[in-house]
């Protein structure tokens, strides 16, 4: 079965903390880059983390020091954990390959308050 589903969200005050952790079914994690993507509201989805199988990463500018992405090979999970959050990164975060290829999952929600 192809899924990928997200958790971990929720709210949280400016400058707080949270990890997010996605649920990756095998045929997708085993051999694909992974990434998350946030959307908000009224904005295209964007992909803001991605991580290699080799474990290598990267960011957009906007999350670098704040995110880290990481991947548990043993337990097909993905994480994005989420420090100094701020207002701006109140969205909906996602989980997919890097190029975005399976069906979505339904997303966790982050609102961040002031």
């Known amino acids: 079965q192809v899924q990928l589903v997200e958790s971990g969200g929720g709210l949280v005050q400016a400058g707080g903390s949270l990890t997010l952790s996605c649920e990756v079914s095998e045929i997708i994690y085993s051999f694909n880059a992974m990434g998350w993507y946030r959307q908000v509201r009224g904005n295209e989805r964007e992909l803001i983390a991605t991580?290699?199988?080799?474990?290598?990463?990267s960011y957009q500018d906007s999350e670098k020091g704040r995110f880290t992405i990481s991947r548990d090979d043993t337990k097909k999970m993905v994480y994005l954990e989420m420090t100094d959050l701020k207002v701006e990164d109140t969205a909906v975060y996602y989980c997919?390959?890097?190029?975005?290829?399976?069906?979505w999952g339904q997303g966790t929600r982050v609102t961040v308050s002031s």
């Open positions: 997919n390959t890097r190029g975005g290829f399976y069906d």
């Open positions: 991580i290699t199988t080799k474990h290598e990463t």
